[in-house]
């Protein structure tokens, strides 16, 4: 089930500078970030390998889908920690439509995490941890 007023609200909870009623989008990327490095990093993807391995290693999905994907995995972790339940979880039109309300795209707004994702996936691909 979704509720995007429960999203909105989560989300600012954890992002929004209530002094000037503006997006903390620093906060909000180092936390994708730290999703992909302590989240990702310590989930089993199979054969012995991490779930941030696996994602680095596939290069048939985009660093944007990924990115995505964990800013998607994260919001629905903050909504099952605020409610207590895995009862809602949020979709990509209200985090398009989050992002949006405080003047930000989707490529302006993640640009700099996917980038850092995309090196990891460059010193995967070189042979070195990522």
């Known amino acids: 089930m979704t509720n995007q007023n429960l999203t909105f609200n989560t989300l600012d ?44 290693e596939n290069t048939r999905r985009s660093i944007k889908s990924l990115v995505w994907e964990a800013f998607q995995s994260m919001t629905n972790d903050y909504l099952e920690n605020e409610t207590g339940s895995q009862k809602y979880t949020c979709t990509s039109a209200q985090l398009k439509k989050y992002l949006d309300q405080y003047g ?23 042979g070195e941890a990522a």
């Open 104 to 126: 930000f795209t989707l490529d302006e707004a993640l640009k700099p995490v996917m980038d850092e994702i995309s090196a990891w996936r460059e010193a995967v691909k070189n």
């Open 13 to 56: 909870s954890y992002f929004l500078n209530t002094g000037s009623m503006k997006l903390n989008i620093g906060y909000l990327r180092d936390s994708i970030t730290a999703y992909f490095d302590v989240t990702e990093r310590n989930t089993n993807g199979g054969n012995g390998k991490s779930l941030l391995q696996i994602n680095l």
